[in-house]
């Protein structure tokens, strides 16, 4: 990991409770680019988001990550084997993996590190796919609201690795050859606690809250709750998704191996 990566076992059980699904046309897509569906291993799963989601299209995911809490809370599945393991060293065999998933932490990495590892369990052929996502899009007029804490609020509360993610991931330094990868995007339907538990799971969040003995979201609740209550119901939040895909050839993986 980065060095001023943030510590996301404390937001483990927010995490599982509050983190959204992905697409299951992004599933589809990236079975149907891997060279077999025999084994993904899904890097840095949190609670399991995306190791679920790749589980419904491969015969068995490994799925690790560095905090013991986040696997402690992660989703049952019976095709995923979920590990305690570190990004730049998961344990598996050379050459074995079809798949490598990053869903939303490839920005907290040490990137050439991981892209090492990556390079090593790959099979000639397979696909390194890491993806995130912005941090939403509101309908109207609670998009100024979120905009706001967002910006004006949390912005600086965020580790240095965040700025790939406004990069959109293009910055990433990854090892193979670029994969063209269809648009995909995240459509929330969600109530007031819903949408509130989300922002708390931000380690930006967490952050301000370390930092300022109070909670940020505290400066947009009464605002989003009075929105709540004139239009009652859920509402609508989009999260589109910046996906990076590579493949990794024998060439490639031998020139990351040589590199280390």
């Known amino acids: 990991m980065a060095s001023d990566a943030p510590d996301f076992s404390p937001l483990a059980a927010a995490y599982a409770r509050a983190r959204p699904r992905y697409p299951r046309e992004l599933y589809d897509w990236l079975a149907a680019e891997s060279p077999s569906t025999e084994l993904a291993w899904d890097c840095a799963t949190g609670s399991g988001q995306a190791a679920i989601g790749v589980a419904e299209r491969f015969r068995r995911v490994v799925a690790t990550d560095l905090s013991e809490e986040q696997i402690g809370h992660a989703h049952p599945h019976p095709r995923v084997e979920y590990r305690v393991a570190r990004a730049e060293s998961s344990g598996l065999p050379d050459g074995a993996v079809d798949l490598v998933t990053v869903a939303a932490a490839a920005h907290w990495f040490d990137v050439p590190a991981f892209g090492a590892e990556a390079a090593r369990v790959l099979r000639p052929g397979g696909l390194l796919a890491v993806w995130s996502y ?10 100024r609201v979120f905009d706001r804490l967002y910006v004006d609020v949390l912005k600086p509360y965020f580790a240095s690795g965040a700025r790939y993610v406004d990069e959109r991931y293009e910055t990433l330094d990854l090892p193979g050859t670029p994969v063209a990868a269809p648009r995909f ?7 007031l606690a819903q949408t509130l538990d989300y922002i708390g799971s ?12 109070r909670d940020p979201v505290d400066a947009i609740r009464s605002e989003l709750e009075s929105l709540f209550d004139r239009e009652p119901g859920e509402r609508t939040l989009r999260l589109p998704i910046f996906l990076r895909v590579q493949r990794l050839g024998a060439a490639a993986s031998r020139a990351m191996e040589e590199g280390r």
């Not at 912005?134 to 998009?143: Q, R």
């Not at 995007?185 to 109530?191: A, D, G, K, L, Y």
Request: a neutral charge.
């Open 134 to 143: 912005h941090a939403g899009i509101a309908e109207a007029p609670f998009d």
């Open 185 to 191: 995007e995240i459509v929330c339907r969600w109530t």
């Open 202 to 213: 931000w380690s930006a969040t967490a952050s301000y809250r370390r930092a300022n003995g």
